[in-house]
């Protein structure tokens, strides 16, 4: 525990403008981020005697090693700076709102020449007609199927448009009734841009002229005695219907707005979001935080306020529960025209109520979860710590595994816990080549030692604010790896080369689930029903998996490389547009030097170079299938591997 004495700056050279502060711990990482109004005013009271202190003010504090401050212009510049940096470096004692997933969203692409509708939680580009976000995918995946059966809009990626395009027959949708198919003419462009704009009119809140008109053909249908015509049809209609009951009216006015209501104790807090569009609920969404530091309710709206608008656009209205402590900053950063406010009475008071009670239920839930969960995880680092002898639990573990086919496309990964829960930001991927991919040992070793490297040389402050390896540089409490004795000593020989001995070593050996340390003839065999064999468990299964994601996806870039790839002069577009024309790389083989001429960007010189290394290759190959006939065995010629002898 570090004295605040050590390390306090002299009151004098602290400037008394607006700025932000960071402090850091004795490894130089960023345990907390704050902003002021005045920053020696701010940063003065975290230097007072620690019995007057907050509690979690005085961990945070003893915990640090040193302060530093950056002056800004204005108020809103130190508030979208707090919210950057605390992005940016996931300070342990300040309050974060994150829920680990992003949120789903139905997009019209309104901007292309022939619009596609498709679900995404990915940014949308200008032009498109954005929808929700949506708690849950399936709920959008069943309101989109149901939509598409009145308003047939292309859905497909561009891939599959094109392809049937150049096939002259539309994909299965197609058949089926969910697309009009303008990839092959039943519709046209215009047509089907007037249908886009329906489906996008639909769903935003204009819903009555569409059922009244669908109703009306029905009747039609019906008197007309085409019955078959009025069963669609109805069908029809109850789809939309089906829709409609799934964003009923909850406002009356039509009002866009976004209702966040918070519920907290002293420990946590929760925040739920109703994004509210033409008066009807268009999505939601909810966080859970710890409260690490002494923010009040005013800090957390602040805090949510600033999470939900720091990078995407505010609705008209913003309605709170309470307003947060800097009202002005936080309206400037939201924009000059949005209506922040408390209501005080009508349906929206009602409506906000009814939020605040979504966050108490979260919290209540989020609570009994936590309540077992860290129970477990702190039963599973104690009883670790305990078998492998540490001097304390090892609440930052780092877990290594090596994965190949036959020896090739050789990589590593490394997965992050923190306090027994994954920490997937900071996970790492290696490739291994050359003379450490010859075997295990030897990319292990080559994998530790690239890892251990920058444990030793961490980034200045200046580059850690560049990013440069700023979690990267963070010392793990134990390094696990997945294997026995060879790999935990490949890795010895890393920390011995290095001269690393302040961090834990060990390994675990898939067969009966044992625990390796160095030098040691015997493992150390944890009980079948400890907590802490549960969490090595996870950590190897989880460095495998992320392992085996990142070989197969390695391993399939090499097996989808063209034999077009290396021609000198022949860049993407070139490729795409023989690809075009002759399909497939054994038609540009056999077409003649004229005809690979013809296709746009191609001269008689290329098409020859082309040509010819076409050729080449496919000699190569040949001469590579005689001589694995002469061995008796076949090769996969993408990756080497032997198939069959």
């Known amino acids: 525990m570090a004295d605040p004495a050590t390390y306090r700056p002299a009151t004098g050279t602290i400037p008394t403008r607006p700025g932000v502060y960071r402090f850091r711990d004795e ?30 003010t005085r961990r945070m504090v003893t915990t640090a090693a ?23 470096f996931d300070p342990r004692f300040n309050v974060k709102f994150r829920d680990d997933k992003s949120y789903p969203y139905l997009v019209i692409t309104m901007g292309e020449k022939v619009p596609r509708v498709h679900i995404t939680r990915r940014p949308r580009a ?113 789809a939309l219907n089906k829709v409609m009951e799934k964003n009923s009216v909850v406002l009356s006015d039509a009002t866009d707005a976004d209702l966040v209501g918070l519920a907290q104790d002293e420990l946590e807090a929760s925040v739920q979001v109703f994004h509210v569009r033409g008066g009807r609920i268009r999505g939601q969404r909810g966080w859970t935080a710890e409260i690490l530091d002494e923010s009040t309710g005013p800090d957390l709206i602040e805090r949510a306020l600033t999470t939900l608008y720091a990078e995407s656009p505010a609705p008209k209205e ?51 979860k936590r309540t077992g969960d860290l129970t477990a995880r702190t039963k599973a680092l104690e009883d670790l710590g305990e078998a492998l002898d540490l001097a304390e639990p090892p609440l930052r573990i780092e877990c290594f595994d090596i994965s190949h086919s036959h020896g090739t496309n050789v990589v590593g990964s490394q997965v992050v816990f923190e306090d027994g829960l994954p920490k997937k930001s900071e996970y790492r991927r290696y490739a291994v080549s050359g003379e450490a991919a010859r075997d295990d040992t030897a990319s292990m070793y080559d994998v530790i030692s690239r890892r251990l490297k920058h444990h030793l040389d961490p980034p200045e402050p200046a580059e850690e604010e560049q990013g440069r390896y700023r979690r990267f540089a963070y010392p793990p409490s134990l390094i696990l790896v997945d294997g026995g004795p060879p790999q935990v000593a490949a890795a010895q020989r890393a920390f011995d080369d290095l001269g690393i001995t302040d961090i834990a070593l060990a390994g675990i050996a898939k067969r009966l689930e044992e625990i390796w340390l160095p030098g040691d003839d015997y493992p150390v065999i944890l009980p079948r029903t400890s907590e802490a064999l549960f969490l090595v468990q996870r950590l190897r299964d989880e460095a ?22 290396g021609i000198p002069g022949l860049g993407p577009a070139r490729r795409r547009a023989l690809l075009d024309r002759f399909v497939t ?27 010819l290394a076409l050729r080449s290759d496919q000699e190569d190959q040949a001469q590579a299938v005689q001589e694995d006939g002469e061995l008796g065995v076949t090769v996969d010629m993408a990756t080497g591997e032997i198939l069959d002898r």
């Open 544 to 565: 495998h998996r992320f392992a085996i994601t990142y070989h197969r996806s390695k391993r399939g870039r090499a097996m989808q490389a063209s034999a077009l790839d």
């Open 318 to 368: 913003v309605l709170v529960p309470i307003l947060p402590r800097n009202r002005e900053q936080v309206l400037e950063l939201m924009g000059p025209r949005v209506d922040l406010r408390v209501p005080q009475r009508g349906e929206k008071k009602d409506l906000l109520l009814t939020v605040g009670e979504n966050a108490t239920e979260a919290l209540r839930l989020h609570r009994l």
């Open 66 to 88: 040193s302060v530093e401050w950056t002056v800004v212009g204005t108020e809103v510049e130190a508030l979208t700076l707090e919210y950057t940096w605390i992005k940016e």
């Open 126 to 238: 200008k032009g498109d007609r954005t929808f929700g976000p949506y708690p849950q995918v399936g709920a959008i995946r069943e309101t989109l199927d149901l939509m598409l059966r009145v308003f047939p809009i292309r859905s497909c990626t561009a891939g599959v448009y094109r392809r049937a395009e150049r096939a002259g027959r539309p994909c299965l949708l197609g058949f089926i009734g969910k697309c009009a198919a303008p990839c092959v003419g039943d519709i046209s462009e215009d047509e089907h841009r007037r249908l886009a704009e329906q489906f996008a009119d639909f769903m935003a809140g204009n819903t009555s002229k569409y059922t009244r008109r669908i109703e009306q053909q029905m009747k039609g249908a019906a008197a007309a005695m085409d019955y078959e015509t009025a069963a669609s049809l109805r069908d029809d209609l109850k």
């Open 27 to 56: 490894h130089g990482r960023v345990i907390y981020v704050g902003k002021a109004k005045n920053l020696r005013q701010r940063l003065v009271n975290y230097f007072q005697d620690l019995a007057v202190l907050h509690e979690r």
């Open 585 to 611: 790389v054994s038609a540009i083989r056999a077409a003649s030097e004229e005809q690979l001429a013809e296709v746009d960007g191609i001269g008689p010189a290329l098409a020859a170079q082309i040509a």
